[in-house]
């Protein structure tokens, strides 16, 4: 039996799972890009071996469609100038590409595998929006049904939560959460492994791409693939267009500590902390160089009701919802109540250990693009997933 923990984003899905002492962790860009079916293209995207599929065009006989799926979508789109499609939107299944129900299963069953009885997924949702009037229920059952014909024990985990379980055990579990990703910033206050409060705002990464394309009259495509230069730095913008994406991130924090300001005044009765509060951040939003020291002078420039201490950023922020969802599904692996198992370590003891993640086995002759994808998930992968990269502790400065 095996548990697994599984961050359904916006722009990725990220997936950890735990067998016995082995962890193997995986991400996939959660887009698409679609092309008329022509037979020569088949083979060629075969040859290239990316992924795709072929599927019947609705409504028109003898029509075929193929559906490039993942990072390759995302290099299509900005190629060919066009916006990457995406089955979710604004951090929930998007009402705009529901007849898109079979990319998410298969970007789902890619980073989370199929399951062999009574293995246990906890998967990642976003807390109820503040700016927005709707609801996470749809989108909760919706994954819970996707994750059940994969075989799993499927149950939801608020996102800036599982951040903290992730992040926070030399907290006390006790920290403000900050899961900056695509559709939705996520922001959970933890005391001791349990929620004060917790919501969400409809600005972060997808926000800062519209504004950018918009005052710049750049696509969307184009604004997302500059804000993820491993060149580019918040705090030393080099042209206009970087210039634009350092202005929205400034509004798009000053937006969410807004609203944080809000929830702690709320809250302020239930919140009793001896030591100033510490702040953890995760996300793909999260990556640009610079982010902490902005969020730091924002946090500055927008005090919170109570004293906060460390800032710190996720080592891995792409990889911090699912690793906290993982430790949540170890946990109930582990419960006695669960078909009895009490140790899944061998006697190890290894159930609180995160190894760097399990490289996939290379293949051979790989294309040039191939090399290149491998490189950057190996980036991102190796990074470790525990600890923090970097810190600034606000009450000595």
């Not at 299509?76 to 007849?99: C, H, N, T, W």
């Not at 991130?249 to 929830?263: F, P, Q, R, W």
């Not at 992968?381 to 600034?392: H, N, P, T, Y």
Request: glycine letters at 6%.
């Amino acid at each position: 039996m095996k548990a697994v923990g599984i961050d359904i984003g916006t722009a990725f899905m990220a997936g950890a799972q735990y067998h016995k002492d082995n962890i193997q962790a995986r991400y996939v860009r959660n887009g698409f890009f679609v092309m008329p079916y022509v037979q020569q293209r088949e083979y060629m995207l075969r040859e290239s071996k990316v992924n795709f599929i072929v599927k019947p065009r609705p409504n028109v006989p003898r029509k075929k469609d193929i559906f490039v799926i993942g990072n390759e979508a995302f290099d299509m789109a900005v190629l060919f100038g066009q916006e990457l499609r995406r089955p979710m939107a604004s951090g929930v299944i998007s009402a705009k590409e529901r007849d898109t129900e079979f990319i998410l299963k298969e970007i789902l069953q890619r980073v989370a595998g199929t399951a062999e009885k009574g293995d246990i997924a906890y998967y990642s949702i976003p807390a109820t929006p503040v700016d927005r009037d709707m609801t996470i229920t749809y989108h909760t059952e919706i994954f819970r049904r996707f994750l059940t014909e994969l075989g799993y024990i499927a149950t939801p985990i608020n996102e800036a939560t599982a951040v903290v379980y992730a992040e926070c055990e030399g907290t006390g579990l006790t920290a403000l959460s900050l899961d900056f990703g695509a559709g939705m910033t996520n922001t959970a206050l933890v005391y001791r492994g349990l929620d004060v409060f917790s919501f969400s705002v409809a600005r972060s990464g997808d926000f800062i791409d519209r504004q950018v394309s918009q005052s710049i009259g750049i696509s969307i495509s184009d604004a997302t693939a500059e804000k993820e230069k491993n060149t580019f730095d918040l705090l030393a913008p080099k042209d206009d267009v970087e210039e634009a994406i350092v202005i929205f991130y400034k509004n798009m924090l000053d937006y969410v500590l807004e609203h944080t300001v809000i929830a702690m005044e709320q809250h302020k009765q239930d919140i009793k902390l001896s030591e100033p509060l510490s702040v953890v951040i995760a996300g793909g939003t999260s990556m640009p160089k610079g982010f902490l020291q902005l969020l730091t002078n924002a946090l500055k420039e927008n005090p919170l009701p109570i004293p906060v201490g460390k800032v710190w950023q996720a080592q891995n922020p792409v990889m911090a919802v699912c690793k906290g969802c993982l430790r949540v599904a170890q946990k109930a692996l582990e419960d006695p109540k669960t078909d009895g198992v009490t140790d899944i370590s061998n006697g190890k003891n290894l159930k609180h250990q995160y190894p760097t993640a399990v490289k996939e086995e290379a293949i051979k002759e790989k294309t040039p693009k191939e090399k290149r994808d491998d490189a950057e998930r190996a980036k991102v992968l190796s990074q470790g997933v525990s600890g923090f990269a970097e810190s600034i502790d606000i009450s000595k400065v």
